[in-house]
């Protein structure tokens, strides 16, 4: 008779715990405003990527954006005012709405033969994960990794490249800055591009250490010893009493004309642009 009720007890916890990841959600967006192509590139046929982060808060807004790499400045602008009229039904956990971090990288490019043409590699499309000890993601793209909780988390990156017609190799470092600046290398390769490839995918998992430091973590690509932009997550041992607080200073509508935003993280202040967050968008 114990083992029958010890049995149900199981069952009856397995069911309400399906019960509550089944209503947790990540961010969906509802409202997509394409940027405007900049006229300098346009006729200079330069193409290329931004890469912002944020948060989405528990009202599916966006918000605090940081700028944290370009292919060229003239795409900032267009970017962050096209994001910052985006609207988001927001994430959930429990059935209850959370805020989460933002990673968007916004693609610009041009129609005809000349399409996916770049200077130089950058980050397309970038999703981090909360995982479990084989590496699948235990919550949505954006939640916090529970220090303490979850043993791994997951990243799902797209390298965008320029098409070329062999196949070819290229060394990718990816590093994890800590809030206080510690650099942790967590991917370091070459990865195989297909001819005429535009982009080649990037997933890896990364051990959570215990001793990694509550708040939000950056990640840096480098490919070929080059910036290829990145994103961000935030570990915290208790995700519904943290405050969210971003590096960098808060992109504003009024840009300072000339003045590059220094990206975030960067020793450099970042000046004000143009405002501004998933799902990654291809212009």
Same mark, same amino acid.
């Given at each position: 008779?114990?083992?029958?009720?010890?049995?149900?007890?199981?069952?009856?916890?397995?069911?309400?715990?399906?019960?509550?990841?089944?209503?947790?959600?990540?961010?969906?967006?509802?409202?997509?405003?394409?940027?405007?192509?900049?006229?300098?590139?346009?006729?200079?046929?330069?193409?290329?990527?931004?890469?912002?982060?944020?948060?989405?808060?528990?009202?599916?807004?966006?918000?605090?954006?940081?700028?944290?790499?370009?292919?060229?400045?003239?795409?900032?602008?267009?970017?962050?005012?096209?994001?910052?009229?985006?609207?988001?039904?927001?994430?959930?956990?429990?059935?209850?709405?959370?805020?989460?971090?933002?990673?968007?990288?916004?693609?610009?490019?041009?129609?005809?033969?000349?399409?996916? &043409?770049?200077? =130089? /590699? !950058?980050?397309?499309?970038?999703? +981090? *994960?909360?995982?479990?000890?084989?590496?699948? $993601?235990? #919550?949505?793209?954006?939640?916090?990794?529970?220090?303490?909780?979850?043993?791994?988390?997951?990243?799902?990156?797209?390298?965008?490249?320029?098409?070329?017609?062999?196949?070819?190799?290229?060394?990718?470092?990816? &590093?994890?800055? =800590? /809030? !206080?600046?510690?650099?942790?290398? +967590? *991917?370091?390769?070459?990865?195989?591009?297909? $001819?005429? #490839?535009?982009?080649?995918?990037?997933?890896?998992?990364?051990?959570?250490?215990?001793?990694?430091?509550?708040?939000?973590?950056?990640?840096?690509?480098?490919?070929?010893?080059?910036?290829?932009?990145?994103?961000?997550?935030?570990?915290?041992?208790?995700?519904?009493?943290?405050?969210?607080?971003?590096?960098?200073?808060?992109?504003?509508?009024? #840009?300072?004309?000339?003045?590059?935003?220094?990206?975030?993280?960067?020793?450099?202040?970042?000046?004000?642009?143009?405002?501004?967050?998933?799902?990654?968008?291809?212009?």
């Amino acid at each position: 008779m114990k083992a029958r009720r010890f049995a149900a007890l199981v069952l009856l916890l397995l069911g309400a715990s399906w019960a509550v990841r089944a209503q947790t959600t990540g961010a969906v967006i509802t409202k997509q405003t394409k940027p405007v192509y900049p006229e300098i590139a346009n006729k200079g046929l330069r193409q290329g990527n931004v890469n912002l982060i944020g948060r989405i808060d528990a009202k599916g807004r966006v918000q605090d954006l940081r700028y944290v790499g370009s292919t060229i400045e003239a795409f900032i602008e267009p970017a962050v005012a096209a994001v910052n009229s985006w609207e988001f039904k927001p994430a959930t956990r429990g059935g209850k709405p959370v805020e989460i971090a933002a990673n968007i990288a916004l693609r610009f490019r041009l129609e005809g033969d000349k399409r996916g &043409e770049l200077s =130089s /590699p !950058i980050i397309g499309d970038l999703s +981090v *994960f909360p995982a479990d000890l084989t590496g699948r $993601a235990v #919550a949505p793209d954006g939640f916090p990794i529970r220090r303490a909780t979850d043993p791994k988390m997951r990243v799902e990156a797209v390298l965008d490249v320029s098409p070329e017609g062999k196949p070819r190799s290229i060394p990718v470092l990816v &590093e994890a800055i =800590s /809030p !206080i600046g510690k650099k942790i290398v +967590v *991917f370091e390769q070459s990865v195989p591009v297909k $001819a005429k #490839a535009l982009d080649v995918k990037i997933p890896f998992t990364v051990t959570v250490d215990p001793d990694w430091e509550d708040g939000v973590w950056l990640l840096r690509f480098v490919v070929d010893k080059t910036e290829a932009g990145g994103g961000q997550f935030w570990v915290a041992v208790d995700p519904e009493h943290y405050a969210f607080v971003l590096p960098g200073r808060p992109l504003t509508v009024a #840009a300072e004309k000339g003045k590059p935003a220094a990206p975030a993280g960067s020793s450099a202040p970042a000046p004000a642009k143009p405002t501004a967050v998933p799902k990654k968008t291809r212009g």
